[in-house]
């Protein structure tokens, strides 16, 4: 019995349940997806006809996903007069897993971020990006094979936990009052004011779960991100818990950078960054120099890390990061391997997950079937395989690395390659299909 609104429940399909604390998924799940804004239902159509036919392909019947829209962005808003109906964050935790498009964000004043809103609502607090080279793809730098990262960003304190007030506001005046005068420290008379929470909770988590994805993926290294040596109570804080969370919960499966030096240091003093060959990969999940194949767990400061991902790109795996060092981080990362636009990323808390597009809405292209439709398509591989259909996903990885290296893409791409084959946002999709 349908109980939603605005949303149909599909006649056939069941929910993915939560048995014994974990993930139970039937084999034809009912997953809610949202179309997006802009070019979102162009990416969406080519995205979901990849993830059909791989499902289909892989599983010859015995596996099919079953779709439910609902509704978020300017559909919802000519629909139901809300950008986002209530109903939309409830179906979404009803049935664990969904996916979505791009939707729209006005700069500066009017409605809040909904991603954001999406993320806080529902305690996604793992925003997960893998940045990954597909052969092909064109890139700005010389060697984008070399950098293979997974960024864990926390989705939902930072300044993007929306705790600001306007310029000129009685609240700005108030708090810029109490400050001078309480704690003698001087703000500009007129400024805006933000509040920046990083709590210990809020660090723990997302350092466990990136810790945890480490393991479960033989990834052999895990690097807190941070501006700690400026914003020592707030970004020095997330450094130092998420420490304490590894050596408290991780300790037989981690070794701390530090530690590691001092276990193969050589006589002469040398630390292993500095003699060849004994700290050479920190990745794989047997890093030279790390007896047991225990995670290294490091730091870095975020704008060394910005320069260290072009030089030093093979030296770092997973990377866990404050919200705004990590929006800032990620989209850097995906320019090295060809940019937003073959970008996946997913929105993760203990069970549920919203994947989505990384890239805006791009108005302008809107219904002109033009655009490339990889970032959605690769959110739906990482989709696949939280449900633990990984050979599906990896059917789709496959097919569309054989569609890009034919050089049969999207215009974006087209562009900056020679002797390339042009072709529509479904055509790509037609053509991954194709590939499988």
Same mark, same amino acid.
């Given at each position: 019995?349908?109980?939603?609104?605005?949303?149909?429940?599909?006649?056939?399909?069941?929910?993915?349940?939560?048995?014994?604390?974990?993930?139970?998924?039937?084999?034809?799940?009912?997953?809610?997806?949202?179309?997006?804004?802009?070019?979102?239902?162009?990416?969406?159509?080519?995205? #979901?006809?990849?993830?059909?036919?791989?499902?289909?392909?892989?599983?010859?019947?015995?596996?099919?996903?079953?779709?439910?829209?609902?509704?978020?962005?300017? #559909?919802?808003?000519?629909?139901?007069?809300?950008?986002?109906?209530?109903?939309?964050?409830?179906?979404?935790?009803?049935?664990?897993?969904?996916?979505?498009?791009?939707?729209?964000?006005?700069?500066?004043?009017?409605?809040?971020?909904?991603?954001?809103?999406?993320?806080?609502? /529902?305690?996604?607090?793992?925003?997960?990006?893998?940045?990954?080279?597909?052969?092909?793809?064109?890139?700005?730098?010389?060697?984008?094979?070399? /950098?293979?990262?997974?960024?864990?960003?926390?989705?939902?304190?930072?300044?993007?936990?929306?705790?600001?007030?306007?310029?000129?506001?009685?609240?700005?005046?108030?708090?810029?009052?109490?400050?001078?005068?309480?704690?003698?420290?001087?703000?500009?008379?007129?400024?805006?004011?933000?509040?920046?929470?990083?709590?210990?909770?809020?660090?723990?988590?997302?350092?466990?779960?990136?810790?945890?994805?480490?393991?479960?993926?033989?990834?052999?290294?895990?690097?807190?991100?941070?501006?700690?040596?400026?914003?020592?109570?707030?970004?020095?804080?997330? #450094?130092?818990?998420?420490?304490?969370?590894?050596?408290?919960?991780?300790?037989?499966?981690?070794?701390?950078?530090?530690? /590691?030096?001092?276990?193969?240091?050589?006589?002469?003093?040398?630390?292993?960054?500095?003699?060849?060959?004994?700290?050479?990969?920190?990745?794989?999940?047997?890093?030279?120099?790390?007896?047991?194949?225990?995670?290294?767990? #490091?730091?870095?400061?975020?704008?060394?890390?910005?320069?260290?991902?072009?030089?030093?790109?093979?030296?770092?795996?997973?990377?866990?990061?404050?919200?705004?060092?990590?929006?800032?981080?990620?989209?850097?990362?995906?320019?090295?391997?060809?940019?937003?636009?073959?970008?996946?990323?997913?929105?993760?808390?203990?069970?549920?997950?919203?994947?989505?597009?990384?890239?805006?809405?791009?108005?302008?292209?809107?219904?002109?079937?033009?655009?490339?439709?990889?970032?959605?398509? /690769?959110?739906?591989?990482?989709?696949?395989?939280?449900?633990?259909?990984?050979?599906?996903?990896?059917?789709?990885?496959?097919?569309?690395?054989?569609?890009?290296?034919?050089?049969?893409?999207?215009?974006?791409?087209?562009?900056?390659?020679?002797?390339?084959?042009?072709?529509?946002?479904?055509?790509?999709?037609?053509?991954?299909?194709?590939?499988?």
């Amino acid at each position: 019995m349908n109980t939603y609104k605005y949303a149909k429940i599909p006649s056939k399909g069941e929910k993915i349940q939560i048995i014994d604390g974990e993930l139970s998924v039937p084999n034809e799940p009912v997953i809610p997806f949202i179309e997006g804004d802009g070019i979102g239902p162009d990416i969406w159509n080519a995205a #979901k006809r990849v993830i059909d036919a791989a499902v289909a392909k892989t599983y010859t019947g015995n596996k099919e996903i079953h779709w439910m829209e609902v509704l978020a962005g300017e #559909k919802a808003k000519d629909i139901t007069g809300q950008w986002l109906p209530e109903e939309t964050p409830q179906i979404i935790s009803d049935f664990i897993v969904a996916i979505k498009g791009p939707l729209t964000t006005p700069v500066g004043g009017g409605i809040r971020s909904l991603n954001v809103t999406l993320r806080q609502v /529902l305690d996604l607090y793992a925003c997960v990006r893998p940045v990954r080279y597909i052969p092909g793809v064109p890139s700005p730098v010389n060697h984008p094979e070399k /950098l293979n990262i997974v960024i864990f960003r926390e989705n939902t304190e930072d300044v993007y936990a929306g705790i600001e007030w306007e310029s000129g506001s009685e609240e700005a005046n108030y708090l810029i009052d109490i400050i001078r005068e309480k704690f003698n420290k001087s703000i500009r008379t007129e400024s805006g004011i933000g509040i920046k929470p990083i709590s210990p909770f809020g660090t723990k988590r997302l350092i466990r779960k990136a810790i945890q994805y480490a393991i479960q993926n033989n990834r052999g290294s895990v690097t807190i991100v941070h501006k700690g040596n400026i914003m020592k109570f707030t970004e020095g804080a997330f #450094k130092d818990w998420g420490y304490e969370l590894a050596l408290e919960e991780f300790r037989d499966q981690i070794i701390t950078e530090a530690e /590691l030096w001092d276990e193969t240091r050589a006589d002469d003093g040398v630390t292993p960054i500095t003699k060849p060959g004994a700290f050479a990969d920190l990745r794989g999940g047997q890093p030279a120099g790390n007896p047991g194949g225990r995670i290294v767990v #490091k730091d870095r400061i975020a704008d060394s890390m910005f320069q260290q991902i072009l030089t030093r790109s093979d030296e770092y795996d997973i990377l866990c990061t404050p919200n705004l060092n990590g929006d800032y981080l990620s989209d850097a990362a995906a320019a090295q391997v060809g940019g937003l636009g073959i970008a996946p990323g997913g929105n993760i808390g203990d069970y549920i997950a919203l994947f989505e597009a990384t890239h805006g809405t791009a108005p302008k292209y809107a219904g002109q079937d033009k655009v490339n439709p990889g970032s959605l398509i /690769l959110s739906g591989v990482m989709m696949l395989e939280y449900l633990g259909w990984k050979d599906a996903a990896d059917l789709i990885v496959h097919a569309m690395g054989e569609t890009i290296q034919q050089k049969t893409v999207t215009y974006d791409l087209e562009r900056q390659m020679e002797g390339a084959t042009k072709v529509s946002t479904s055509g790509f999709a037609e053509a991954i299909v194709a590939n499988m």
